[in-house]
């Protein structure tokens, strides 16, 4: 099945800082998604990616669906206590019978005040 | 909108045992799916289902049954319980329109197999 790729594990960051994540897969995806679960809590849909380069936004959060439909990226700007979490990458083959999630393994976010 | 609800949010059973997890949503959506997640290993799908009375298998679904006789629920039943069973279990819904399919997850019932 399809695999993908999400790093880092996990990252410890200065409040105010800005992160980069990134997810790749061994298969062309049709749309990216990207979610933020926090402790005890279902997964939250940040963003999603519908065309390959595409480049979105959410507040401080931005997201891109790489070139190759085979990557994307999340990028969050001035990192604040309340972004620590863990942020999973989610790809999806479009079309007929195709639903399906793939998920990454997560990125645990930690915020140093 | 309650969006996806899950019932209950914690059990614990012993080996052997069944028990039936419980998800709604209110959002008309088309396609439901079960989720579990285990400690770095991410999200599993277990099943999935694209409409009322329509089921198939996700990437670990032996040890579980489901069924969808209307398009608000999707239980889910674990038919003798394990200790590798032992898990948080995620519902998701997504509508289907114009080959959009984002998930929307319920809060998780966290299930212990002792």
């Known amino acids: 099945g399809q695999q993908l790729n999400q790093s880092p594990q996990s990252m410890f960051i200065q409040e105010g800082e800005d992160v980069s994540m990134n997810c790749t897969s061994s298969?062309?995806?049709?749309?990216w998604l990207w979610y933020k679960q926090d402790p005890g809590e279902g997964p939250v849909l940040l963003i999603a990616?519908?065309?390959?380069?595409e480049l979105t936004s959410n507040g401080r959060l931005t997201a891109q669906f790489g070139i190759t439909r085979k990557d994307s990226f999340l990028n969050i700007s001035a990192s604040i206590p309340s972004d620590v979490g863990i942020y999973f990458c989610?790809?999806?083959?479009?079309?007929?019978?195709?639903?399906?999630?793939?998920f990454g393994k997560g990125t645990k976010l930690s915020v140093i005040p | 909108n309650a969006g996806v609800t899950q019932t209950p949010k914690f059990q614990v059973l012993k080996t052997g045992q069944s028990m039936t997890l419980q998800c709604a949503q209110d959002m008309n959506h088309e396609y439901m799916s079960w989720y579990r997640q285990d400690p770095g290993m991410g999200l599993r799908l277990i099943h999935y289902s694209v409409g009322a009375g329509i089921t198939d298998q996700g990437e670990v679904p032996n040890g579980y049954n489901v069924s969808r006789s209307t398009t608000e629920d999707f239980p889910l039943r674990l038919l003798s319980a394990a200790p590798s069973q032992t898990s948080v279990y995620f519902c998701?819904?997504?509508?289907?329109?114009?080959?959009?399919?984002?998930?929307?997850f319920g809060p998780g019932t966290r299930l212990t197999v002792t």
């Open positions: 990616l519908y065309k390959a380069g």
């Open positions: 998701a819904s997504s509508y289907s329109e114009g080959g959009v399919y984002e998930q929307y």
């Open positions: 298969s062309i995806f049709n749309t």
């Open positions: 989610a790809g999806q083959l479009s079309g007929a019978g195709s639903y399906q999630l793939t």
